[in-house]
């Protein structure tokens, strides 16, 4: 049950970001926007949407490896005889490292969420800043090789025939990140979009 509401707490923050990104969250924001100026505009807008997605992407990856700390230590978190256990995957010495830099696929995350939430700020407070393109094209081209990392993570979980559902968080905000690089792009490059307030 705590399990559960743990995902939940990662989960819906995450997607409400991703509501937020996408074009249809226009009226959500709008509802929004007297009570969060922010939200007023679509620039504003999305880059609210993945300081959520990049927090909780955080989050979420900070869970995971301290789930995989607490089973090294020989503790359990999430077993259970059911196809949702993350301890047998989380646990797996040889599935929870990168094949390069044997490092645990959560710091991995917390790294790369908390340095894609270090773009996102950058991006909200200086829109016409130097960096500002730059930052853009480096959150799409980080997240977009996310994917990759997903599919790998996926097929891991396809071969052990178990699902992890604070993975699957992370894997679902790469996604949603990715999708609100790509929004926060085509919006750089209409230039009068961009700087419309």
Same mark, same amino acid.
């Given at each position: 049950? /705590?399990?559960? !509401?743990?995902? =939940? =707490?990662? /989960?819906? #923050?995450?997607?409400?970001?991703?509501?937020?990104?996408? #074009?249809?969250?226009?009226?959500?924001?709008?509802?929004?926007?007297? @009570? &969060?100026? $922010?939200?007023?505009? *679509? @620039?504003? @807008?999305?880059? =609210?949407?993945?300081?959520?997605?990049? &927090? &909780?992407?955080?989050?979420?990856?900070?869970?995971? &490896?301290?789930?995989?700390?607490? +089973?090294? *230590?020989?503790?359990?978190?999430?077993?259970?005889s059911t196809v949702f256990n993350c301890d047998d995957l989380i646990g797996n010495s040889d599935l929870n490292v990168d094949p390069v830099f044997d490092l645990s696929w959560g710091i991995i995350g917390m790294i790369v969420n908390a340095f894609l939430l270090f773009m996102i700020l950058v991006i909200k407070n200086e829109p016409n800043g130097e960096y500002t *393109? @730059?930052?853009?094209?480096?959150?799409?081209?980080?997240?977009? =090789?996310? +994917?990759?990392?997903?599919? /790998? /993570?996926?097929?891991?979980?396809?071969? *052990?025939?178990? $699902?992890? !559902?604070?993975?699957?968080t992370a894997h679902i905000a790469n996604i949603a990140a990715l999708i609100g690089f790509l929004r926060l792009k085509m919006l750089f490059d209409d230039k009068s979009a961009w700087k419309s307030k």
């Open positions: 049950m /705590l399990d559960n !509401l743990l995902v =939940a =707490a990662y /989960l819906i #923050p995450t997607l409400f970001g991703l509501l937020l990104v996408v #074009p249809f969250g226009k009226s959500i924001g709008d509802s929004l926007s007297s @009570r &969060f100026e $922010i939200l007023g505009s *679509e @620039r504003g @807008r999305i880059t =609210a949407g993945l300081q959520i997605i990049a &927090f &909780f992407g955080f989050a979420v990856s900070a869970q995971t &490896f301290w789930i995989s700390s607490k +089973i090294s *230590e020989g503790g359990n978190f999430c077993s259970s *393109e @730059r930052f853009i094209k480096f959150g799409t081209l980080i997240t977009g =090789a996310g +994917i990759l990392v997903v599919l /790998l /993570l996926v097929s891991y979980e396809i071969q *052990e025939g178990k $699902i992890c !559902l604070y993975c699957t």
